[in-house]
């Protein structure tokens, strides 16, 4: 039970190959999502980017108002809404209005922008992008408690006496993250203002053995503006692939890992390549990575757990198509279906049900066969002995034919 509340979901930037179909490749993503939320994952946070080929979607409110409507249960967040591309304001306005669409399950994550190439494209230099995402959370937080007008003006954004014309759906308003990768800048931008983290550095090497001083700057920002923090909105990012063998596991996502990161992160991006003889694998052996049968992410969670010295809320898988349709869609399944149980309190009942019984048998079932044998002789019909013993072996109790 010590885990029990853990939530569990992806991180979509999304990732599709340069070649597919496009149109085809954002539905899949909404189908993704419908699955996730039949299998009871808690949340799903889609991401922004304008440029590169791979990460199609430029409007995650538009995704998370799809889904919604097509889902029940899962909540729906942006991972993450770049806040130095928008007029805080604006953001404010889609978040409120959102907020109410899905009745409460809008999430609003924020970062200032990850891809150099769409910050180039809109005129917006590399250095401004950190102190614009503070200027704009400032902005935001200020319009949603709806206490008074905002008025503002910074070097690339003003307000005169703002006000939102709807209140927020959540009370006080809905959950609010911060990405944070190796830097402090994340951190700290959520301390400000006490609001939830995403770890997307868990999943670089180093990262794992990092949490715990990450999360004690994060304190540390939220006791300078008497805020507080909270573990339980603080997700870790990593990439995971669940099969029934750890080797198996291994040999579907392989091909698929590769092309990824060679086309992508250092072809098209410009990361140095990596050295690594076998990158999953190091991979697994860092933290970094969760690939393997059920029990080996299972006990690399418990890992990554025990590296952030006081446990974390949440637990996100980075959106990845590494392996083939059918079997990433199975990896979703079997962690929904023998990891998740495990740090959700599930569990226990039934283990312990399961332990009572059979220590308990004789005590418990031991009366079984007279009861059945009365139940044949009480009602006229002798009872064959291969007959009670059939039915004490857990044959249902279905009247005898006549």
């Known amino acids: 039970m010590a885990h029990r509340g853990m939530k569990f979901g992806i991180f979509l930037a999304p990732f599709h190959r340069v070649g597919e179909n496009p149109t085809l490749a954002i539905n899949r993503d909404v189908e993704l999502l419908e699955w996730l939320d039949w299998l009871g994952y808690d949340e799903a946070w889609i991401g922004e980017h304008h440029s590169a080929g791979w990460e199609l979607i430029a409007l995650p ?24 591309y928008h007029h805080p304001f604006m953001v404010a306005q889609r978040f409120v209005q959102l907020d109410h669409m899905t009745r409460g399950r809008a999430m609003m994550g924020c970062g200032p922008g990850a891809l150099t190439s769409d910050a180039y494209m809109l005129g917006i230099e590399p250095s401004t992008q950190r102190p614009r995402m503070l200027e704009a959370m400032d902005a935001i937080m200020r319009l949603l408690k709806c206490e008074e007008p905002v008025t503002m003006k910074t070097d690339w954004f003003e307000m005169r006496d703002a006000r939102l014309h709807l209140a927020p759906y959540s009370d006080p308003h809905f959950e609010i993250a911060v ?11 959520a301390g400000t203002h006490g609001v939830g983290v995403l770890s997307i550095g868990a999943g670089l090497p180093g990262g794992p053995e990092a949490l715990a001083s990450q999360w004690k700057i994060a304190e540390e920002a939220a006791a300078k503006n008497g805020k507080t923090m909270d573990r339980k909105n603080w997700r870790v990012v990593v990439n995971a692939h669940v099969a029934e063998e750890d080797e198996q596991a291994l040999l579907e996502v392989k091909k698929g890992e590769r092309i990824e990161t060679q086309t992508y992160f250092e072809d098209t991006l410009g990361r ?9 694998r190091d991979g697994v052996k860092m933290g970094t990575t969760l690939v393997g049968s059920p029990e080996t992410v299972i006990k690399g969670i418990k890992r990554l757990l025990e590296y952030s010295q006081g446990g974390f809320g949440g637990i996100l898988f980075r959106a990845h198509e590494w392996a083939n349709r059918e079997q990433t869609l199975r990896s979703y399944e079997l962690f929904a279906r023998y990891v998740m149980p495990h740090f959700q309190g ?21 009366s079984t066969v007279e009861a059945v044998r009365r139940a044949f002789t009480d009602f006229g019909r002798a009872a064959p002995e291969e007959e009670i013993r059939a039915r004490t072996l857990g044959a249902r109790d279905i009247d005898p034919p006549r």
């Open 272 to 280: 140095p390549p990596g050295r690594a003889d076998d990158p999953l």
């Open 179 to 189: 990405a944070s990768t190796i830097t402090p800048f994340g951190m700290i931008a």
């Open 346 to 366: 599930s569990l226990g009942p039934i283990v312990g049900s399961n332990v009572w019984a059979r220590d308990n048998r004789k005590q418990v079932f031991g």
């Open 61 to 84: 409110e538009l995704i998370i108002a799809a889904a919604a409507e097509r889902t029940k249960h899962i909540r729906l967040g942006t991972g993450v809404t770049s806040l130095p």
